[in-house]
């Protein structure tokens, strides 16, 4: 309706036939997205590296603006198929292992909800996550996180974000309330970080995935007063890679 009575040029895009680009028979997996690019009337099979369907939502606005721009199909179609995606946002660790470990920012319930939808809806056999919240910020969200981490994994391994000044006990606290009212176990609590995320990459076997949330594109750790060096998708390289 907006596009009807929109008095500039518009161009829609979306997952169904009717807009000017649209997603066709869409496939998404661990290693990323498959489906028919659809450009006018021009169709091309399509892969590429982002998981979820708002990074297909996005990959077809990019499209759209080239398009607009007078950029070529090809030069579309290349752009799109090497695109990595942004760091620390649904970022796929490159590993030699059986399973896949993803890095994302989700520190909130409702993004670590929407990635964990995300990623269920992918073939796979577990779902491991490991994160925590962050210390001096709001406690309320605590044991949302908890309890949509142990409804949507197979096990959480709950351990520290940036507690900052606060005592991580009470952080550590705060989140299992939320998972023990919906009177699941499906958790541990492993204070030290890096050792949370070496025990749910032992954990994982052949197909399983393993998501590493909260901290994303950082590149450190916040303890008490001090700011420490610490990269979760460094991390999971040495122990993994």
């Known amino acids: 309706r907006l596009a009807r009575i929109c008095r500039f040029p518009v161009l829609t895009y979306g997952l169904h036939g009717n807009q000017n680009i649209s997603a066709q028979r869409l496939r998404m997996s661990p290693r990323g997205s498959e489906y028919m ?12 590296h982002l998981i979820g369907t708002y990074n297909v939502y996005n ?14 199909h090809q030069t579309i179609i290349t752009g799109l198929q090497e695109l990595r995606g942004v760091p ?5 660790v490159p590993v030699d292992k059986p ?6 920012y989700a520190h909130t319930n409702d993004a670590l909800h929407n990635v964990l939808q995300t990623l269920s809806a992918l073939k796979h056999r577990r779902l491991y996550t490991v994160f925590g919240c ?4 709001d406690r309320k969200k605590r044991p949302l996180m ?13 351990t520290l974000d ?3 000044e606060e005592d991580p006990e009470h ?7 939320g998972i023990t009212r919906v009177g699941r176990k499906n958790f541990s609590v492993i204070y030290d970080r890096r050792e949370a995320i070496e025990k749910a990459l032992h954990a994982a076997r052949k197909d399983d995935i393993v998501l590493i949330a909260g901290k994303g594109h950082e590149q450190y750790q916040v303890i008490g007063t001090k700011t420490i060096p610490f990269d979760d998708k460094k991390t999971v390289m040495d122990i993994a890679g």
């Open 134 to 137: 962050g210390g001096n910020r």
């Open 59 to 72: 990959a077809l606005a990019a499209a759209g603006a080239a398009l607009q721009m007078g950029i070529s």
């Open 162 to 164: 940036n507690p900052r």
């Open 171 to 177: 952080i550590m606290r705060d989140i299992v309330t």
């Open 99 to 104: 399973y896949t470990v993803i890095v994302d």
């Open 37 to 48: 690019l659809h450009l006018r009337s021009a169709i091309y099979p399509m892969k590429i």
């Open 146 to 158: 908890g309890r949509i981490a142990a409804n949507l994994s197979t096990h959480a391994f709950i």
């Open 88 to 92: 620390g946002r649904m970022e796929k």
